[in-house]
Each structure stands twice: as C-alpha cells, then as structure tokens.
C-alpha cells in the first residue's frame, strides 16, 4: 500500500478505533468493539501476538493436535506407486483412446507429440492387508506397504492446476495465485503454539535425485497473515539462518541489544500502531529461544540405536528425508503444530523407472518408520500425517517408450494421496479411477475438500477459520469445500 494511502486510512474514525480494538489491552470493552466492527472475524483479530492462536481455540474437540505433511515437489506417478492397473499390460504402445483423453489440454512438453502410447508400470504390486479387502502396493515402497494397515489411501484427489507453480501452490494455499498464506500459516493462526521456545510451524527440505522444481518461500509464506505465522526454515542439520551469535558476542549482550532494540520498537508501535512492530519484537525474542532449543532438538545422541535403524542408513545424513523424518517426531514430541516436509526430485518426464528407484529408496523407510514411531510412542491418534504430490502422472509416455524405460507428463484429473493418524479411519482405500487411472470414476475428492477434512480434523469448521483482510473474510477454503465424512474413523 502507499504510504500516503496508508497515512489517510489511519485518519479515518473507523480506522482508528478498529486499530485500537486489535492493540490495546484485550479488556471486555475493546473486545466487544472489535466484535462490532468485525463481527465475523473478531476473535481472528484477538490473536496473541506470541502464537497464542484464536482465543477459544478450535470450534470443537480435535481429534489432531498437529500435522506433519510429507509433500513429494514434482509430483510421482500414482500408476507406478499406488494405483494398480494389471490390464493395461495388454495395452501396452497403443494409443491412448479418444474416448478416454477426452480433450483433456497438455502441457507444452508433450502437446507436440504425434502420438500417446500407453505406458503400462514395468513394476511389480503385492496385494498387502488392511482394513478392507486389502491393498496393491508397488514393489518400490515394501516399509510403506508394511504399514498399510494405518493408511488412508486416496485414489481419487483431482486438482485444476496443470504446472507445478501454481499446482504446488494451490495444495500449499488452496489458491492457484501467490500470495495467500499458506496451510501451515493457517493452522498456526488457528492453534497456536504449544511451545514458547519453537515455532508453531517448522519448514524440512530434502534434496531428491531427480528433476527437481523451484521451491519458492512463499509456498510456507503467511501471505496477508501476521508474519508470526509464517514457516520457519530448518536447514540442513537444522541450522537455522541469522540464528547464531556472532564471534565475540555472548548471550549476555544478545540480551542487552535485544533489550534495547524491543524498547525501541515499543515506541514504534505506540506511535504508529502497526500491530506487525510487536509481530517483530515477538519474533526477536523467538529467535533468542531458539539459539538454545533448536541445538537440543537436532541432536539425535539422546536416540537409541533401534530408533536410528528404524529410520535407515541415511538418518545421520543433515537434510536427509530420513533425518527430516526423525525431525519431524521429534518436533512433535515438542509441540510444534505443523511441520512440512518437502522431497524434491519427483518431476519424472524422462527416465522415470531409474528416477523413482532411487527417490523411493531415499522416502519409503523414513515415512514408514515415521508412522511406527508415532504409534509406538503414542503419538499417531493425535498427530494427522499427509503424504501428497501437487498432481499427478499420465498413462501415456511421454518421449521414447520401450520396455525398460518411459517418462510420464502431468496428469491434474486423478491422483493418489495418503493420511494416517489424527482421527483418520485407517486400512481404507478411496475412490477409483479407471482403467488408465486416467479419469476418476468414484468418489472425486477436490483439494479444498482435502483442506475442509483436515481441518475438521484439527478442531475447525473450515467456513468459520476466517481472516478479514481488505475488507472481505478470506479462508483456506475460499468459497468452496466440504468434509468427506468416509475418511473419518
């Protein structure tokens, strides 16, 4: 905004009495202005500026405490995964049908192609048990199939986007344009923290060994959020920038500065009253917390070797998925309330057979280990776990397609995701595609259906977690979303 625009709307009546609702004590009287002045978003304007989360907290009991969300960036194949097709062994390098494409639009890495032959999974499935009639796992995630009997399968998520950046941020954001705050942003806003020493929302990232997509800040931004809301970084070895102490400098005149600097920014505040001035201060004393806590938490000395196994050889590796895995539990175990975990390297458009071996053999037994460890731990029932793609992959083969090797394009109309946890009903497999696990045929789920169930989850009615902002009421959801009532145990 420009600042003599800004200058004007701090002049105006309104403006200056909804800004002293939000900033002055939270007393009866200013509590019952801000309702009259925003009766729909009152208590998202009463959040603490420390993290606190909304004043009730969630609108009902919760069945999860936190999250942790597993997002593949590149989107895998579901066919060769988790959506099991035998039949298209017969159809092997025959054309896709018409019938079936149905117009769909392409991307311009495959719209040039004079044909689409389809590309059947040179991978093997086993039939694992579960809560149903059982489930068909690829051969390349044996520790995720053994597990199978905690997951929540989703066979037919579909989304709009087509490309990666605005299809990973619609999943992160439930907006195809940048700028929104992000899923994490929104449960910090509305959970808060449960620990003063870390953030509410942590952010893992994990360098993959295939084509890998930008991955931009913004994807765990808070958008029109307080700042305090947005995800906070962990490099690898959970190094955090800015966060260490210069040479020369002890925790005694850390405090010092910080002292000082807070009194400063106190005066800022009074004189513009900028509620991000105490955003600042709040992060400032976060950040001196974390130069203790963040140490202790990335030490895995106080693990015992069985755990360490559990996670496999690479738990040692800083930013590795397994040590991001082992993170993540343990970020749990410390009340964080939502941690993301991104996996680059799954953008297979050429060589996909040899590209998801090795991203699979990096994922399958961290993820696998992640749940055991919750569950043995006590921690699964109250922790909802999501592992998920921004799309998914077509039958068809994009490029060159022998028998050993194919590639395959985006694919928006169906793809797999799993849950697990968080009041999750376990061992059940939802929805279906059809033949070329090409077209949904049972049960769609939309991503802000997605967001509206994982919010539920999480204590909140997905239409009443609002935030105003420019004058209108914005949501994860937007306008659209609903609860899928079979996905809850």
């Given at each position: 905004?420009h600042?003599?625009?800004?200058?004007?709307?701090?002049?105006?009546r309104?403006?200056?009495?909804?800004?002293?609702?939000?900033?002055?004590g939270?007393?009866?009287?200013?509590?019952?202005?801000?309702?009259?002045?925003s009766?729909k978003?009152?208590?998202?304007?009463?959040?603490?500026?420390?993290g606190?989360?909304?004043p009730?907290?969630p609108?009902?009991?919760?069945?999860?405490?936190?999250?942790?969300?597993?997002?593949?960036?590149?989107?895998?194949?579901?066919?060769?995964?988790?959506?099991?097709?035998?039949?298209?062994?017969?159809r092997?390098?025959?054309?896709?049908?018409?019938?079936i494409?149905?117009?769909?639009?392409?991307?311009?890495?495959?719209?040039?192609?004079?044909?689409?032959?389809?590309?059947?999974?040179?991978?093997?499935?086993?039939?694992?048990?579960?809560?149903?009639?059982?489930?068909?796992?690829?051969?390349l995630?044996?520790?995720?199939?053994?597990?199978?009997?905690?997951?929540?399968?989703?066979?037919?998520?579909?989304?709009?986007?087509?490309?990666?950046?605005?299809?990973?941020?619609?999943?992160?954001?439930?907006?195809?344009?940048?700028g929104?705050?992000?899923?994490?942003?929104w449960?910090?806003?509305g959970?808060?923290?449960?620990?003063?020493?870390?953030?509410?929302?942590?952010v893992?990232?994990?360098?993959?060994?295939?084509?890998?997509?930008?991955?931009?800040?913004?994807?765990?931004?808070?958008?029109?959020?307080p700042?305090?809301?947005?995800?906070c970084?962990?490099?690898?070895?959970?190094?955090?920038?800015?966060?260490?102490?210069?040479?020369?400098?002890?925790?005694?005149?850390?405090?010092?500065?910080?002292?000082?600097?807070?009194?400063l920014?106190?005066?800022?505040?009074?004189?513009?009253?900028?509620?991000?001035v105490q955003?600042?201060?709040?992060?400032?004393e976060?950040?001196?917390?974390?130069q203790?806590s963040?140490?202790e938490?990335?030490?895995?000395?106080?693990?015992?070797?069985?755990?360490l196994a559990?996670?496999?050889p690479?738990?040692?590796?800083?930013?590795?998925?397994?040590?991001?895995?082992?993170l993540?539990?343990?970020?749990?175990?410390?009340?964080?309330?939502?941690?993301?975990?991104?996996?680059?390297?799954?953008?297979?458009?050429?060589?996909l057979?040899g590209?998801?071996?090795?991203?699979?053999?990096a994922?399958?037994?961290?993820?696998?280990?992640?749940?055991?460890?919750?569950?043995?731990?006590?921690?699964?029932?109250?922790?909802?776990?999501?592992?998920?793609?921004?799309?998914g992959?077509?039958?068809?083969?994009q490029?060159?397609?022998?028998?050993?090797?194919?590639?395959?394009?985006?694919?928006p109309?169906?793809?797999?995701?799993?849950?697990?946890?968080?009041?999750?009903?376990p061992?059940?497999?939802?929805?279906?595609?059809?033949?070329?696990?090409?077209?949904?045929v049972?049960?769609?789920?939309?991503?802000?259906?997605?967001?509206?169930?994982?919010?539920?989850?999480?204590?909140?009615?997905?239409?009443?977690?609002t935030?105003?902002h420019?004058?209108?009421d914005?949501?994860?959801t937007?306008?659209?979303?609903?609860?899928?009532?079979?996905?809850?145990?």
């Amino acid at each position: 905004m420009h600042p003599l625009e800004t200058t004007y709307l701090d002049m105006t009546r309104r403006r200056f009495f909804g800004t002293a609702a939000r900033s002055i004590g939270a007393g009866l009287g200013t509590a019952a202005l801000a309702s009259l002045l925003s009766p729909k978003s009152a208590s998202a304007d009463a959040v603490g500026r420390s993290g606190s989360g909304l004043p009730r907290g969630p609108h009902f009991a919760p069945k999860a405490k936190r999250v942790i969300y597993l997002h593949m960036e590149g989107a895998p194949s579901q066919l060769d995964l988790y959506d099991y097709k035998p039949l298209l062994r017969r159809r092997f390098d025959q054309d896709l049908p018409d019938s079936i494409r149905m117009g769909q639009r392409l991307t311009g890495m495959t719209s040039g192609q004079t044909r689409f032959p389809v590309a059947p999974s040179i991978f093997k499935f086993t039939r694992y048990r579960n809560h149903q009639d059982g489930v068909w796992l690829s051969e390349l995630i044996p520790h995720t199939a053994s597990v199978a009997h905690e997951l929540c399968l989703v066979h037919s998520m579909h989304t709009e986007a087509i490309n990666h950046e605005p299809g990973i941020t619609f999943f992160q954001t439930g907006n195809q344009q940048p700028g929104r705050p992000s899923f994490g942003s929104w449960i910090s806003y509305g959970l808060g923290s449960a620990n003063a020493n870390l953030p509410s929302f942590v952010v893992l990232i994990t360098q993959g060994f295939g084509n890998m997509q930008a991955l931009s800040a913004r994807f765990w931004g808070s958008g029109f959020l307080p700042s305090e809301h947005q995800g906070c970084k962990l490099r690898a070895g959970g190094e955090v920038l800015y966060l260490k102490d210069p040479p020369g400098v002890t925790r005694e005149d850390r405090r010092r500065m910080l002292d000082l600097v807070g009194t400063l920014n106190e005066r800022e505040s009074r004189r513009t009253l900028d509620p991000e001035v105490q955003t600042r201060i709040a992060q400032y004393e976060m950040a001196y917390r974390m130069q203790m806590s963040v140490p202790e938490l990335t030490d895995f000395a106080d693990e015992d070797e069985e755990t360490l196994a559990m996670y496999g050889p690479d738990v040692k590796t800083p930013g590795s998925f397994a040590a991001n895995c082992l993170l993540a539990r343990r970020l749990s175990e410390r009340g964080v309330r939502f941690i993301q975990l991104y996996m680059r390297g799954w953008d297979a458009h050429n060589n996909l057979p040899g590209e998801m071996r090795a991203q699979c053999k990096a994922v399958d037994q961290p993820q696998a280990a992640l749940i055991k460890d919750l569950r043995r731990r006590g921690m699964l029932d109250e922790t909802l776990v999501l592992w998920a793609g921004e799309f998914g992959r077509t039958v068809y083969s994009q490029g060159t397609l022998t028998h050993e090797n194919y590639g395959r394009d985006h694919h928006p109309r169906c793809f797999t995701v799993w849950l697990a946890g968080g009041g999750v009903k376990p061992g059940i497999t939802y929805g279906a595609t059809d033949d070329y696990s090409y077209n949904i045929v049972d049960k769609p789920v939309e991503v802000h259906d997605l967001h509206a169930t994982m919010l539920h989850l999480l204590g909140f009615q997905h239409e009443r977690l609002t935030y105003r902002h420019e004058g209108r009421d914005y949501r994860l959801t937007d306008v659209f979303g609903k609860v899928v009532p079979d996905l809850l145990a």
